[in-house]
C-alpha cells in the first residue's frame, strides 16, 4: 500500500508539500499540485483519513518539527526519538519547518486529519493559542523547546541554569566583555521559565548583573545560524571600536564559522577572542581549535521524548514537565 512517503518520492517533493496539496492550502504552486495529483493517481494512493474505516484507528506513526535536518543538534535529537519510537513499532514522520509558521501546520495537520497519531515540535514557529487548537485531535509533546503555562507535556534542559553557569564560567576564565548570539530574530527579555530563548539570556543577564556588568546592545547578535553566519558575526566584531573579549555563539555550528574566520584574519582564539559555543556536537573536539562548548543532553531529551508520547499513547500518566541539564566542556577555544 503506497503511503504519502512515496508520493512525495515520486513527485520528487517534500513531505509537507504533499500534505498541503492533500489538506488544499493555498500555498503551492500550480505545477507543484500536479505533481502531487499525478503521483497520487499512478500509485492509488488515496489519504489516509478517506481510506479509514474507522475514524480514530491509528496510524502507528509520529510527526516530529524540526527547523533544519543539517543542524546536527536536530540530527540528534530526531535520532534519539526514532530509535525509541521504533522499538516501540512506531514509524517516524520528519517535518522540516525552515522557522515558517506555515511549515509547523503541516504537522499539526497531518494530526487533525488522522495521518499521524502524534506530533513531537522541537521548535516552535507558532504561538501557543493556534497550536493548542490541535490538542483535540490527538496527543502533542514538545522537547527542547518550553513555554510557561501549556496543558502538554514538556522534555528540556534547564537552560536558564546552563547559562547562568556558563557565563559564569567565562568570568572565572578571566574574562570580562563578553558578546552573545542567538538563532532567534530578536532577544526576549522575559520572567524566568517563559521559554527557551529567554531562559537562556536571562542566566546569561543575571550572571553580569551580578558580575555588576550591564549589557552592551552592540555585542548582542541575531539571527545566527551557520558557519557563514559566524563568519559574519566575527566581521561585525572586527569593526567595532569596543570589542569583546569572547562570545556566546549560541551554537557550535556559529562558533566553527567564528574560529575559521578569525584564523583566516589572524586573530588568535582564544587570546585574543574566545569563542564559547552550544550542543557539543562530535565534530567540536576534534577540530583544530577545539571548541569549549555547552553540552545539550540531545540523547536523554529524545529518548523521554519518545517515551512521553508512547506512554500518552497507552493512556499512562506522565509527568508534566522533565527537565535535564547542560553541561560546560572545557577545551580550547575559551
Not at 66 to 71: D, E, L, Q, T
Not at 281 to 306: C, Y
Request: glycine share 6%; charged share 25%; hydrophobic share 40%.
Amino acid at each position: 500500500m503506497a503511503t504519502i512517503s512515496d508520493v512525495a518520492k515520486l513527485a520528487g517533493l517534500s513531505v509537507s508539500t504533499v500534505s498541503r496539496v492533500i489538506n488544499d492550502s493555498p500555498h503551492v504552486s500550480e505545477k507543484k499540485r500536479n505533481s502531487v495529483k499525478s503521483a497520487m493517481e499512478r500509485l492509488g494512493y488515496v489519504p489516509l483519513p478517506a481510506a479509514r474505516q474507522l475514524r480514530g484507528s491509528k496510524t502507528n506513526t509520529m510527526a516530529v518539527t524540526i527547523p533544519r535536518i543539517v543542524n546536527p543538534f536536530f540530527s540528534y535529537l530526531v535520532d534519539a526519538i526514532e530509535q525509541k519510537l521504533d522499538e516501540a513499532g512506531y514509524s517516524t514522520l520528519i517535518v522540516q519547518t525552515f522557522s515558517k509558521a506555515e511549515e509547523e501546520l503541516t504537522a499539526l495537520n497531518l494530526l487533525k486529519n488522522q495521518q499521524v497519531d502524534g506530533v513531537i515540535l522541537c521548535s516552535l514557529e507558532n504561538t501557543w493559542s493556534i497550536i493548542s487548537d490541535y490538542c483535540k485531535y490527538g496527543k502533542i509533546i514538545l522537547v527542547n523547546e518550553y513555554l510557561k503555562d501549556v496543558h502538554v507535556p514538556i522534555v528540556r534542559a534547564d537552560q536558564y541554569d546552563g547559562f547562568y553557569k556558563a557565563t559564569n564560567f567565562l568570568f572565572d576564565e578571566g574574562y570580562s566583555k563578553i558578546a552573545y548570539a542567538t538563532g532567534r530574530k530578536s532577544i526576549t527579555i522575559m520572567e524566568k521559565e517563559a521559554n527557551f530563548d529567554a531562559d537562556r539570556f536571562a542566566g546569561f543577564q543575571d550572571s553580569l548583573s551580578e558580575h555588576k556588568l550591564g549589557l552592551n546592545h552592540d555585542w548582542l547578535f541575531t539571527n545566527a545560524h551557520t558557519a557563514e553566519d559566524g563568519k559574519n558575526i566575527f566581521k561585525m566584531i572586527m569593526a567595532l571600536d569596543n570589542k569583546p573579549d569572547v562570545i556566546i555563539a549560541g551554537s557550535d555550528e556559529v562558533a566553527m564559522g567564528i574560529t575559521q574566520e578569525a584564523e583566516e584574519q589572524k586573530v588568535k582564539v582564544p587570546k585574543q577572542l574566545g569563542v564559547l559555543g552550544v550542543d557539543d556536537q562530535p565534530v567540536s573536539a576534534n577540530l583544530r581549535i577545539p571548541l569549549t562548548t555547552i553540552r545539550q543532553p540531545v540523547n536523554e531529551m529524545g529518548q523521554k521524548a519518545a517515551e512521553t508520547m508512547l506512554h500518552l499513547m497507552s493512556g499512562e500518566s506522565v509527568p508534566k514537565v522533565q527537565i535535564c541539564k547542560l553541561k560546560i566542556i572545557k577545551r580550547a577555544s575559551a
